[in-house]
């Protein structure tokens, strides 16, 4: 059985590695886009024109840069199509202190750059989601019963315009290299229960003689 767990879980590390090299392919190859009036591809870099909806501004609670205490700043954006898009406008530092956050919004017309996620299943929650003007995870679900569906399901991380904070998020995409290393470490140990018990055997039947 361990013979086996280990080389089922090498393949499966293995076949991890294959898909986290064709997710980074797509992320490479994603289209620059300007105003885009369909779906972006995961990764694609995208321009959009139009008015935040500054009232409707929500944080994304619990985030830390260079050491710093604070939240991600999440306000939508009605652009001249009038699309209704998620934009996730970077790091406001508000320390330990659990008042309501505030951040300034531009009024009027904007132009904002930024890199598309569609929407990510979030981990555990305990609890509701949002409290007060907090999330706990990222979602397009606090905003719906008010503004309706957003026009596409995910959000932009804006790296570049106005109202634009402090930069923070990276797409989390492991190196397929390190599945690699996983891989060969499970069928390394599959192959040491193998000779263990190839010797174990050898010795209990010379034993038996």
Request: glycine letters at 12%; hydrophobic letters at 45%; charged letters at 20%.
């Amino acid at each position: 059985m361990l013979v086996a767990l280990g080389v089922y879980l090498g393949l499966w590390q293995w076949e991890r590695a294959v898909d986290k090299r064709a997710a980074i392919a797509i992320r490479e190859s994603a289209d620059a886009l300007v105003e885009p009036v369909m779906p972006p591809e995961q990764g694609a870099t995208v321009t959009l024109r139009g008015e935040y909806l500054a009232d409707h501004t929500l944080y994304l609670d619990n985030r830390i840069v260079a050491g710093r205490i604070g939240v991600a700043v999440l306000t939508p954006l009605r652009d001249n199509h009038g699309q209704l898009w998620l934009i996730q406008r970077g790091f406001l530092e508000t320390g330990p202190s659990r008042a309501s956050p505030y951040a300034t919004t531009p009024e009027g017309r904007v132009e904002i750059k930024g890199e598309w996620q569609a929407t990510q299943t979030g981990g555990p929650l305990y609890g509701d989601n949002r409290e007060g003007l907090r999330l706990q995870q990222l979602s397009l679900s606090p905003w719906e019963p008010e503004l309706g569906a957003f026009s596409y399901a995910g959000w932009v991380h804006a790296s570049e315009g106005d109202g634009i904070l402090i930069p923070w998020w990276e797409a989390n995409v492991m190196p397929p290299s390190r599945h690699v290393g996983y891989a060969f470490q499970w069928w390394g140990l599959a192959l040491a229960a193998l000779l263990v018990m190839l010797i174990g055997g050898y010795r209990l039947r010379r034993d038996a003689q």
